[in-house]
C-alpha cells in the first residue's frame, strides 16, 4: 500500500520533545509514513505566519499530502479541529485560520469536524493536542482510513481577515500577509483577483502610510535600482518591493495593515481619500 507524506507546521521550535512526540505517534500508528518538516520556528500563537508558511509551501508536495499544521493560542478553548479534504490534499489542526488559506487555494471539496475518539489517543491533554489528536488523526488517514469515519461534516471553516479579499466597487481590499528579511511587502492578492477587476502593467496601492503607483514587473531587477514595483512572488502572492531596497521600511508597512488595489482608470477611488506619501513608479 502506498502511504502519503505528512507535514507538520508548528511553533513549538526544536529544543522541546514536542515535534518528536507527535512524529512517535504518527510512527506507531503508521509505521511507513514518510515525515515532512515544513518548520517548527513559526512565531508563538501566530497563526497569520503558520498560515502563510503553510499556504507557500503546500502546493510543492505530492498529491494527497496531509498537512497537519498545530499553530494553537487556542488548544483546550471550543474551538475545533477540523480535516479537510481538497481537490489534491488534506489538512489536518485547529479551526483557528492556520489551514484557510492552503486549503482555499487548494480548493475545498469537504470539511470534518474531527469528533470520533477511535482516532485519537486514548488519553487526550487539554494543552497537547498536536500530539493526542492531530498526529493520530493524520496517521490514521495515511492509512486508508475515510475521511466521513473522522467525525461529521460540516460546511464552513473559521477564515480570518487575512484569508480573505473584499471588492469595493472597483477597488480589492486585502492585507499585508508577511514581511520577509528583505522588506518585501507580501499581500494576500494574488494573480487571479488583479485579473478580475482588470489589472495588467499597472497599479494603485495604499496602503496605511502611503500611496503607491506601481509597474508591475516580472523580476526585482527589472526596476531601477531603489525604485518601486509590483511583483507576483515565487509563492504567488502580490508584492510591493523596493529593487535593493526594503518596501516595509520606505513606507512603514505593518503586517495585518489593509492594502487597498485599482487599476489605472479607478484610481481615484483610493487616491483621493486623504494626504498620504505618495510614491511613483513609471
Request: net charge positive; with cysteine.
Given at each position: ?83 479537510i479534504r481538497t ?150 502572492f502580490l508584492e ?43
Open positions: 500500500m502506498h502511504y502519503p507524506v505528512i507535514s507538520l507546521t508548528t511553533d513549538f521550535g526544536l529544543r522541546d520533545p514536542y515535534v518528536a512526540e507527535m512524529k512517535a505517534v504518527i510512527l506507531s500508528i503508521c509505521p511507513d509514513a514518510t515525515i515532512v518538516d515544513i518548520t517548527h520556528e513559526i512565531n508563538k500563537f501566530n497563526v497569520r505566519m503558520g498560515a502563510f508558511i503553510l499556504a507557500s509551501a503546500s502546493p510543492y508536495f505530492p498529491e494527497r499530502t496531509i498537512h497537519v499544521a498545530v499553530v494553537d493560542p487556542g488548544v483546550g478553548m471550543r474551538r475545533k479541529a477540523v480535516l481537490k489534491r490534499a488534506f489538512y489536518v489542526g485547529p479551526d483557528n485560520g492556520v489551514l484557510a488559506l492552503a486549503a482555499k487555494n487548494d480548493g475545498i471539496e469537504h470539511i470534518y469536524e474531527i469528533t470520533s475518539r477511535k482516532v485519537m489517543l486514548s488519553k487526550i491533554s487539554s494543552t497537547f493536542h498536536g500530539r493526542d489528536i492531530f498526529a493520530p488523526v493524520s496517521a490514521h488517514l495515511a492509512k486508508g482510513k475515510p475521511p466521513k469515519q473522522f467525525g461529521t461534516e460540516i460546511r464552513q471553516i473559521v477564515t480570518p481577515a487575512f484569508a480573505t479579499i473584499t471588492k469595493k466597487k472597483e477597488v480589492l481590499i486585502g492585507e499585508v500577509l508577511h514581511i520577509d528579511g528583505f522588506g518585501n511587502i507580501i499581500t494576500n492578492l494574488r494573480q487571479k483577483e488583479l485579473e478580475f477587476i482588470g489589472i495588467k502593467g499597472l497599479l494603485f496601492a495604499r496602503l496605511k502610510n502611503a500611496k503607491l503607483k506601481l509597474r508591475i514587473h516580472k523580476t526585482y531587477a527589472d526596476a531601477k535600482a531603489q525604485e518601486p514595483l509590483a511583483v507576483m512572488g515565487s509563492h504567488g510591493i518591493s523596493i529593487n535593493q531596497g526594503s518596501a516595509a521600511e520606505a513606507f512603514k508597512a505593518e503586517i495585518s495593515g489593509e492594502v487597498a488595489i485599482s487599476s489605472i482608470g479607478h484610481h481615484n477611488e483610493i487616491f483621493d481619500s486623504d494626504n498620504r506619501k505618495e510614491a511613483s513608479c513609471q
